[in-house]
């Protein structure tokens, strides 16, 4: 009987922990494509799954992706709720725990407690790693099994500003959605109402005060000077937020209301088609630890200008596929969009080569190979 419970000790179970996964954004995202192909692994192993989300609704959900779909349970934000379900999990002594966000790095770290010879792997994004965390979380990312980062730039912070040991760190890039050629097909008549004529940069992202940081307002300040030489010019920004107003006070206040366009909540048909029809995308941001609306630019072939900071320079080869700029710079900023401006040729050459390392290296297929070669390695060893 003692040798019968100690090979039990383990069971083949994955647990994954989520902030939130049925919602917009990029944590949201990239919690898709994790729990997806854990569970895809979890059916060609043999294994069971159970996943748990912090802030979507009570109960079960199922999300579907193009053919594949998996399933999970939301604690409607009811923290005591969410951490009583991992608990519960954790006394089935689970192979692996997964833990989407470094916020849930002490509730890994304490179901360990239950199951000591589980694995623990916490997924960073980027700027919320940049910084020092808390004593409780940074000591629960030291002794997690292995940490994810989506960029080099992020594992660096990981190492020098967290302290973790590199060999516990690992990066591993987001990749496009499995279904994104499915959902961007036939997207050329689906423009959202009112979309400008004349030549338009789009850019993309949450209008937020507390993400300032993404440069849109950069962009705005920028377009007095384009309007001198390029007068049917117009600036397309797709998002939503608390942050609208604010945005509309700087076109206004720089007299180029008349040439900014924004567009909130419209489905993802219309934002594939307005990449489509923009001929540059940019988000001068300093905080994207990676950025998929990058992967989603350079999918459609765009000449993509990206902030010279974080994970975006890991993604746009300045002078290949596009530009990084010093954020909070309108005069550099507005130096480059005029350079891909004056030269459409080589703006499309850079939209080619962003669409080709798309194919090659952010396709889903390429994240799942290497993600499930990490699951993997963790499982079996």
């Known amino acids: 009987m003692r040798y019968s419970a100690r090979v039990w000790q383990t069971h083949r179970v994955l647990i994954g922990l989520f902030p939130e996964l049925d919602a917009p954004g990029g944590i949201q995202r990239a919690g898709r494509h994790l729990a997806l192909v854990m569970s895809e692994y979890a059916a060609s192993h043999k294994m069971e799954y159970r996943f748990f989300s912090l802030n979507d609704s009570m109960g079960l959900h199922r999300i579907k992706i193009s053919d594949r779909e998996f399933v999970f349970t939301g604690a409607d934000r009811g923290k005591v709720r969410f951490i009583a379900d991992a608990m519960r999990a954790a006394r089935r002594k689970p192979k692996l725990v997964l833990g989407a966000h470094p916020n849930l ?136 937020g608390d942050d609208r107003a604010w945005l509309e006070n700087i076109a206004r206040d720089s007299g180029v209301q008349r040439h900014v366009h924004l567009f909130s909540d419209i489905p993802y048909d219309a934002l594939s088609a307005c990449y489509e029809a923009a001929e540059i995308f940019a988000l001068p941001s300093r905080g994207e630890g990676f950025g998929f609306v990058y992967l989603e630019a350079m999918a459609h072939g765009k000449p993509v200008i990206g902030g010279a900071h974080g994970g975006a320079p890991e993604v746009i080869q300045d002078g290949v596929s596009g530009y990084v700029v010093q954020h909070g710079d309108p005069v550099q900023l507005a130096t480059s969009i005029d350079a891909l401006l004056s030269n459409p040729e080589q703006a499309r050459g850079m939209g080619e080569a962003g669409r080709q390392r798309v194919d090659k290296e952010y396709r889903f297929n390429v994240f799942a190979k290497s993600f499930k070669r990490i699951l993997r390695e963790l499982c079996e060893s």
């Open 105 to 240: 790095a002490p509730i890994t770290r304490a179901m360990r407690l239950f199951a000591p010879r589980m694995k623990t792997v916490i997924c960073t994004h980027g700027i919320e790693v940049w910084e020092p965390l808390s004593t409780r979380r940074r000591n629960a990312l030291r002794t997690a099994t292995l940490v994810l980062s989506p960029s080099q730039a992020t594992a660096d912070h990981l190492t020098t500003v967290q302290g973790l040991a590199p060999d516990h760190v690992r990066v591993l890039p987001w990749a496009l959605d499995p279904d994104f050629q499915i959902k961007s097909a036939g997207e050329a008549s689906r423009l959202p109402a009112d979309f400008p004529g004349g030549r338009v940069i789009l850019s993309v992202g949450r209008w937020l005060a507390a993400e300032r940081y993404k440069g849109m307002d950069t962009l705005i300040l920028a377009m007095p000077r384009l309007l001198l030489r390029w007068p049917d010019l117009q600036l397309v920004i797709v998002g939503s």
